[in-house]
């Protein structure tokens, strides 16, 4: 199967995680200390990494699901309506009594900076025993945030048994945005490994190449071990990207700049649905992944909220080659070429809209009209086309006579 049969064929991705609101509030200036300051707006938006994720990978339309621990407060009704109906499936999520989980978030315009305040009261996050009455074969994909090691890291050895002595495994990602030392015996339990930049700044990394290294090395297993590694990838915000393979080749890809920036918070879990999409999805390679992840992200910041990542062109320019049906690609052998060919066409074709001026004439021809009765039922229509041919028959030898006829003439009106 080729990439370009994925969006039809692909199992939903699994988001653990959190689902918390965020309060952003913007300011003309930086709030002074000590003094009464004035908010130009203040709106909330869905928070927390994973329901970010789902949502986002929804709005390019993949399928997802999410569990995480839900509030049956009514101020998250709003936003758990959304994802139901963005088609997020929701009904394995355990719920509490408790109050939501939300952050603040202060956005000033001159100078344009962001200060985010989490709230540290301790929220329940989704437990192993939530996580295991999951039927893991309905999924390709499950990624996870690196919170509650003791109970994440009992759901990542769930999934490693179920890949055990299986052809098709459910693929897993992490992403690591905070606590680095407490959760590094996750690390290397999972396919792809996604870090924080602000994270990697706290442990004086100062690249997003050392970063990737700096993870490596820090394996509990040495490279000289033949035993499959996960692939580091860290976002370093108007500076790109890299990435790291499991064989240890290293790329870096420049960013995505916008032509202008309006809120550049859920960048991050942004990146992480975009790489998610293009790696699972589209069968992208890593430097490809990670490249696509870029421009979701940029796209992103050119606006509050997340509804607007759906207005993004999913197909890179250099894709629409692909769709030229005529020319056969090496990479694909002849057993596929019918159904690449299908497939291309139909996921890549221009859609050219008809104004119905062409039926309206051919339904109005008197030529075909004539010939079909007024109160003529269903096995009276078999009549009209021997009709139809007979009468296209004589027309064809009037007109050979007709022809015959003029040279004739112009044979005599020719002098000698």
């Given amino acids: 199967m080729n990439h370009y049969c994925a969006l039809s064929m692909t199992k939903p991705v699994l988001c653990v995680g959190n689902l918390s609101m965020d309060i952003i509030t913007i300011c003309k200036e930086q709030p002074e200390k000590g003094k009464e300051n004035c908010s130009l707006e203040t709106h909330w938006q869905r928070g927390g990494h994973a329901s970010i994720v789902s949502f986002v990978l929804s709005l390019l339309n993949a399928q997802s699901e999410f569990l995480g621990m839900l509030s049956r407060s ?8 959304e994802m139901q109906g ?32 989490h709230c540290n009261r301790e929220f329940p996050y989704c437990r192993y025993k939530d996580f295991k009455q999951l039927d893991l074969s309905r999924f390709g994909w499950v990624h996870f945030e690196a919170r509650n090691v003791i109970e994440t890291v009992q759901m990542v050895r769930a999934v490693l048994d179920y890949n055990n002595g299986k052809k098709e495994r459910i693929l897993t990602s992490l992403r690591v945005n905070s606590g680095y030392h407490e959760n590094k015996h996750l690390i290397d339990m999972c396919d792809f490994v996604l870090f924080s930049r602000q994270l990697a700044m706290q442990q004086g990394w100062q690249s997003a190449r050392q970063t990737c290294r700096q ?125 690449a060919v299908i497939c291309r066409k139909y996921l890549n074709r221009k859609i050219n809209y008809s104004d119905g001026k062409y039926a309206s004439q051919l339904l109005e021809n008197p030529f075909l009209n004539q010939y079909a009765k007024p109160d003529a039922d269903e096995s009276s229509e078999k009549n009209i086309y021997p009709v139809y041919k007979s009468s296209m028959a004589t027309m064809k030898s009037s007109l050979v006579s007709k022809s015959v006829q003029i040279k004739l003439k112009r044979n005599v009106s020719t002098p000698n």
């Fill in 74 to 81: 009514p101020i998250l009704s709003a936003i758990i309506t």
């Fill in 86 to 117: 963005k088609g997020i499936e929701m009904m394995h999520c355990p719920k509490t009594d408790e109050d939501p989980a939300f952050s603040t978030i202060i956005v000033s315009k001159k100078p344009r900076s962001s200060s985010v305040i």
């Fill in 215 to 339: 993870l490596d090395f820090d394996l509990r297993l040495p490279r000289l071990i033949h035993m499959k590694r996960p692939c580091f990838i860290c976002s370093w915000g108007p500076k790109g990207a890299g990435c790291l393979t499991g064989e240890g080749v290293y790329h870096e890809m420049p960013p995505y700049k916008p032509q202008h920036i309006v809120d550049t918070h859920g960048a991050g879990a942004c990146f992480t649905a975009g790489f998610i999409y293009a790696t699972y999805i589209r069968s992208m390679s890593l430097s490809d992944a990670v490249e696509f992840a870029n421009r979701v992200a940029g796209h992103k910041i050119t606006d509050f909220g997340y509804n607007h990542i759906a207005k993004l062109n999913i197909y890179p320019i250099d894709v629409t080659k692909a769709a030229d049906v005529d020319v056969p690609s090496a990479q694909y052998s002849e057993d596929s070429e019918a159904e």
